[in-house]
């Protein structure tokens, strides 16, 4: 027996305020305007790479302050010293 697929494709009725409808328009490229769902879509996408992108910084900026890997980065640092000195240009 054929079970029935699971659609990719999530549909969801939502009440948005209108001016915040009319100013995603209007700072949307001309390609979205015309068309909601395709703007509502970009905008998800964006806000969800955002959002990772911000606590990827800010997980880097935690472990940075973090003394550990402060101290570990140091001794990397050291261990490649010899390396850095090998006499070959940046160039």
């Not at 900026?61 to 101290?71: H, N, S, T």
């Amino acid at each position: 027996m054929n079970r029935p697929r699971k659609s990719s494709t999530v549909r969801r009725s939502v009440a948005l305020p209108r001016q915040l409808i009319q100013d995603a328009v209007e700072a949307a490229p001309a390609e979205l305007r015309g068309n909601l769902n395709r703007l509502v879509l970009t905008s998800l996408r964006e806000f969800t790479e955002l959002r990772r992108a911000r606590a990827f910084e800010e997980a880097m900026l935690k472990m940075a302050g973090d003394p550990a890997i402060r101290k570990e980065c140091v001794a990397i640092s050291r261990e490649f010293a010899a390396a850095d000195a090998d006499g070959l240009s940046d160039d």
